[in-house]
């Protein structure tokens, strides 16, 4: 047993934290802490800085663009750059559609597709759950039907993240309603200026945009933008969700949530005394800190064996669940050790000397009641459950 | 024994649960609730009309109720309505006004029941978010000087009643003319009006000299109000939930029919009876020696079950719940911030196991 990183990978960490150090603009960095909403430019800089580096692709393979990173490295990246308040990745593009299509995708394809990925020309979305099917993903009713060289689709996709800056959306469709319904399933790309396709905002719990509905009426794609074969979709959108999992746990981020925590606490003081000293705080606060630091080992002991075996497995479930649940019981520290200042709605700017709390902590709120969020998507921590139970205890 | 609810203050609730659907349907409800003024403030001569202030007060002086029911059957309505008046610090000032002896203030209790003077209570600073002993705001020879924050309904209030520090030390209560108070407002994240409130030798009128034990009253008043709020809203909430429940379907049958959502609806139910219980033995301790420790309690278990109802709530939801346009994502906002009001779970905690219990003070 040896939990120390080896000198490479020291030495790593040293060059992303100097990386960083350098190109992540500061006022892109400002926003993340103080919770203020990204505008598509910001997430077009930051990765862009990252492209130039060659460290934008990092579920791609070397030849195909990547930095070819190991799992340690790319956790090692991903905990410095939370640290550092980094944007997250917008996924969608890079992360999901790069490597179906690098699987997938035909040589035409992915000659298009894949450079404009990485020049961020295309902004891509994800256009998989609809109204009626969100756990049940295969129950999904969008149509296509195949009409000469093209196909015709109808339907609706909706909590669609960030589908407000998407120009192109990749969609699991129905194509054959005859079959079973994970027979029936194809996956097809949608340039979003197509006639017929309509983007609607929805508003979250806590008053921002960041997911939308997207309506198709009779919307022409060329047969081309079929990814694997037809009626194989589910087979694409299973390897795409495997893709999903990389850095599930979130490390960074509670490792940044607990940092920001401690300061709070620090700074906090109720009758002159700091909240960092009162037992009954500072016992919640180092509670979760027993649970993150395990966390952390747990993770390390699951990166450690997709290290040796190739890809992640559904153990990789677990993490999902703790390190949601950890983020989550952070957020909601965060908002207790404020107290009555964490009411004020975010929108509202109260500046100067009407400020209540330092920039960094005025969205605690919010960012606890949007952090629900992460329970729910990427697969509920219920369905996550099942998946532990069936898979990895074999019940 | 008797836990029926007196016909008097069932024909309360129904009357209040008739009128709080029709004025704060949801979609209006919303819309008031974060547009400033952040309230219906048209709509306060209605609600006093009602009855919902008179029964904030006993007949003695001049209201038609007084006791811990009365004050619970009111905000229970209030809170399955998510109305977003400000009732609460309307009821800590009749407490307040109550203390300060008839003689002087007889014509104020007056126009604090029937509506037509709409007070703040201004308690809460930034480094004194909870404890009263806390408080650095101070009177002296008729003014104060301090910072309020986070004060309840306070834009657009009549009269604040203010706790501040005298020359002596003790604390005392003081009235401040809203509109000699310069208020910083803001809409709240679970909707409702609130402020700042900045006193600079604000001229001020001398309520109580020694204000501590009205105080602490009105306190255990405010979190037996907000215990009961939250009781209608988590009912509500759990209503709604388990209607979900039956009719979502996701893999070819309703999700109410997974084990795994029917237990924690079970377990959420149980939490929602024992803070209903709670709310209840606090409502029958107001006015004994037991008031301020059982009041504690129930804000410390209310707060509990409150965020455990907000999160299963939506997590049992899914994705819908997260919506601004779904009522739930508003009950589960309220249902959390309510715990930030007059003392969240720790604090009361740490009262409950300093106030001596009930056998202690028997002796
Ligand atoms: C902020 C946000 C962003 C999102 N972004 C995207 C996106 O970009 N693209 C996209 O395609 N989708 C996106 N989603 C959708 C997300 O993947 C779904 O919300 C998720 O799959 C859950 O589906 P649902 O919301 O319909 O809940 P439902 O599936 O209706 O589930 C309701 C409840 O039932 C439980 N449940 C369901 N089945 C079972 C079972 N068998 N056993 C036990 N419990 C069960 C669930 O866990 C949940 O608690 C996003 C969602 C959110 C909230």
Same mark, same amino acid.
């Given at each position: 047993m040896d939990l120390s990183f080896?000198?490479?990978?020291e030495?790593?960490r040293?060059?992303?934290r ?14 993340v802490k103080?919770g ?5 430019? @910001? ?18 393979? #070397? ?6 990173? +190991?799992?340690v490295?790319?956790h090692i990246f991903d905990e410095e750059a939370a640290m550092a308040h980094a944007?997250r ?16 995708? +035909? ?41 000469? @060289? ?24 129905? +194509?054959?309603?005859?079959? #079973? ?35 198709? +009426? @009779?919307?022409?794609?060329?047969? @081309? ?12 959108? #299973? ?8 850095g599930i746990a979130g490390v960074g981020f509670s490792n940044e949530a607990l940092a920001r925590l401690k300061r709070l606490a620090r700074e906090t003081k109720r009758?002159?005394k700091r909240l960092i000293d009162n037992p009954l705080f500072a016992a919640r606060m180092a509670e979760i800190e027993i649970d993150l630091e395990a966390m952390k080992v747990t993770n390390l002991r699951l990166l450690y ?11 990789t479930?677990m993490m999902k669940i703790k390190g949601t649940v950890i983020r989550q019981a952070l957020n909601d520290l965060a908002r207790r050790a404020l107290g009555?200042a964490a ?14 709390v330092a920039?960094e902590h005025?969205g605690a709120a919010?960012a606890y009641f949007n952090n629900r969020?992460i329970s ?5 921590n ?14 | *024994?008797?836990? $029926? ?17 029709? $004025?704060?349907? !949801? ?5 008031? =609730? ?36 009365? &004050?619970?059957? &009111? !905000? ?15 009821? *800590? ?10 003689? &002087?203030?007889?014509? $104020? ?11 703040? &209570? ?51 209560? =003081? ?9 910083? /407002? ?7 009006? =609130? ?55 996701? !893999? ?5 029919? !997974?084990? =795994? ?42 707060g509990r079950? /409150?965020k455990m109802?907000?999160e ?12 601004? $346009? ?10 959390i911030?309510?715990d930030a009001?007059?003392?969240d779970t720790d604090f009361?905690l740490e ?13």
């Amino acid at each position: 047993m040896d939990l120390s990183f080896t000198p490479e990978e020291e030495a790593f960490r040293a060059e992303v934290r100097s990386f960083l150090a350098e190109k992540l603009p500061a006022d892109i960095a400002e926003k993340v802490k103080t919770g203020k909403e990204l505008t598509k430019a @910001d997430h077009e800089r930051w990765q862009a800085a990252l492209e130039e580096r060659h460290w934008y692709a990092t579920t791609w393979p #070397k030849e195909a663009g990547g930095p070819g990173w +190991t799992p340690v490295e790319r956790h090692i990246f991903d905990e410095e750059a939370a640290m550092a308040h980094a944007p997250r990745i917008v996924s969608f593009g890079v992360h999901m559609l790069g490597p179906v299509l690098l699987k997938f995708g +035909t040589e035409a394809q992915k000659a298009h597709y894949l450079p404009k990925i990485l020049s961020q020309e295309h902004w891509w979305c994800q256009g998989y759950s609809e109204p009626g099917a969100g756990s049940d993903l295969a129950s999904l009713k969008t149509r296509a039907v195949k009409d000469g @060289d093209t196909y015709v689709i109808n339907g609706q996709k909706t909590w669609t993240t960030l589908g407000q800056h998407a120009d192109h959306i990749f969609c699991l469709v129905r +194509t054959d309603p005859a079959a #079973k319904p994970q027979a029936g399933i194809s996956f097809l790309l949608v340039d979003m200026a197509t006639p017929g396709i309509e983007v609607r905002p929805i508003k979250l719990i806590e008053g921002g945009h960041e997911v939308n509905e997207v309506f198709f +009426t @009779d919307v022409r794609v060329p047969a @081309d933008n079929l990814v694997g074969e037809e009626n194989r979709g589910w087979t694409v959108a #299973k390897y795409l969700l495997t893709h999903e999992r990389t850095g599930i746990a979130g490390v960074g981020f509670s490792n940044e949530a607990l940092a920001r925590l401690k300061r709070l606490a620090r700074e906090t003081k109720r009758g002159g005394k700091r909240l960092i000293d009162n037992p009954l705080f500072a016992a919640r606060m180092a509670e979760i800190e027993i649970d993150l630091e395990a966390m952390k080992v747990t993770n390390l002991r699951l990166l450690y064996e997709a290290q040796k075996n190739g890809a992640p497995g559904p153990e990789t479930s677990m993490m999902k669940i703790k390190g949601t649940v950890i983020r989550q019981a952070l957020n909601d520290l965060a908002r207790r050790a404020l107290g009555p200042a964490a009411a004020p709605f975010p929108s509202e700017d109260i500046e100067g000397n009407a400020a209540l709390v330092a920039p960094e902590h005025a969205g605690a709120a919010a960012a606890y009641f949007n952090n629900r969020k992460i329970s729910i998507y990427g697969g509920s921590n219920e369905i996550q459950r099942n998946i532990l139970a069936k898979q990895v205890l074999g019940l | *024994m008797d836990f $029926e609810i007196a016909d008097d203050r069932r024909m309360l609730a129904d009357t209040l649960s008739r009128w709080l659907a029709e $004025e704060y349907p !949801f979609a209006l409800r919303t819309a008031a =609730a974060y547009e400033a003024p952040f309230h219906r403030p048209d709509k306060w001569a209605d609600l006093a009309e009602l009855g919902a202030l008179m029964a904030l007060a006993p007949e003695s002086r001049g209201g038609f109720g007084g006791t811990g029911f009365d &004050v619970t059957t &009111v !905000f229970e309505e209030i809170g399955r309505a998510l109305c977003p008046e400000p009732v609460l610090p309307q009821l *800590m000032a009749v407490r307040l006004l109550m203390a300060s002896g008839v003689d &002087v203030v007889g014509d $104020e209790l007056a126009g604090a029941l029937d509506g037509t003077v709409r007070y703040a &209570v201004a308690l809460g600073e930034l480094g004194a978010p909870y404890a009263l002993d806390d408080i650095e705001t101070r009177y002296a020879a008729g003014t104060v000087s301090g910072r309020k924050s986070v004060v309840y309904g306070a834009p657009g209030a009549d009269r604040i009643l203010v706790a501040a520090r005298g020359d002596d030390g003790r604390l005392a209560l =003081a009235e401040v003319d809203g509109a000699a108070a310069e208020i910083a /407002a803001y809409g709240m994240i679970d909707g409702g009006p =609130a402020g700042e409130v900045f006193l600079d030798a604000a001229p001020a009128r001398l309520v109580l000299a020694d204000a501590a034990g009205a105080l602490q009253d009105a306190l255990d008043w405010g979190a037996l109000a907000l215990c009961a709020e939250a009781v209608g809203a988590m009912d509500h909430a759990f209503k709604v939930l388990i209607d979900y429940l039956k009719s979502r379907n996701q !893999f070819g049958r309703a999700i109410g029919d !997974f084990q =795994a959502l029917q237990h924690r609806a079970v377990d959420l139910s149980i939490e929602i009876e024992q803070a209903r219980s709670i709310t209840i033995l606090a409502a029958s301790r107001m006015g004994t020696p037991a008031q301020s420790r059982t009041s504690s309690m129930a804000k410390n278990l209310i707060g509990r079950a /409150a965020k455990m109802t907000a999160e299963e709530t939506i997590q049992m939801h899914g994705g819908i719940a997260m919506t601004w $346009e779904y009522p739930i994502s508003h009950y589960a906002k309220r249902l959390i911030m309510l715990d930030a009001q007059l003392g969240d779970t720790d604090f009361h905690l740490e009262r409950v196991m300093r106030l001596a219990g009930p056998g202690d003070l028997a002796a």
